[in-house]
């Protein structure tokens, strides 16, 4: 199996920004324990970041050429805005689990609704980064 993880805008900024809210844990420290535990479970991952929309619909799109089984998206802020990385999802057809760090419906009203969350597999909010770890072992077992 193998797992694309693709995070969007800001989330390269993870361990600096608002650490009360997102912890203290950069994207590399995150990507590096998701890298363990893959292992763990024989997954093979690979990970994606930028913050601009294009160039995560591209790596979305080029997924499907790669044999990806599933993603785990963060699309940041782009998850409440962008009917594009949306589209981008639905055309590939390949199972994906949308993850936020924090629990969005806790948030601004602006952060409660979702692009993606009614297309995905299943969607996971509020655990910080253990977030991600759920989202790969539903996608391994579920």
Do not use: C, W
């Not at 930028?50 to 782009?78: C, M, P, T, W």
């Amino acid at each position: 199996m193998k797992i694309l993880f693709i995070n969007g805008p800001n989330l390269n900024m993870l361990g600096r920004r608002e650490p009360e809210l997102y912890g203290h844990l950069t994207l590399n420290d995150i990507n590096e324990r998701i890298a363990k535990k893959a292992a763990d479970l024989g997954v093979e991952v690979e990970f994606y970041q930028s913050n601009h929309e294009g160039a995560l619909i591209d790596r979305i799109q080029a997924a499907k050429d790669e044999n990806i089984d599933a993603f785990v998206v963060n699309a940041g802020a782009y998850t409440h805005t962008s009917v594009a990385i949306r589209d981008a999802l639905l055309s590939t057809d390949i199972k994906f689990i949308e993850v936020h760090l924090s629990n969005i419906f806790r948030r601004e009203k602006f952060r409660n609704s979702s692009y993606l969350s009614d297309i995905a597999y299943g969607v996971i909010v509020g655990f910080g980064y253990f977030g991600y770890e759920l989202a790969l072992e539903a996608l391994k077992y579920g």
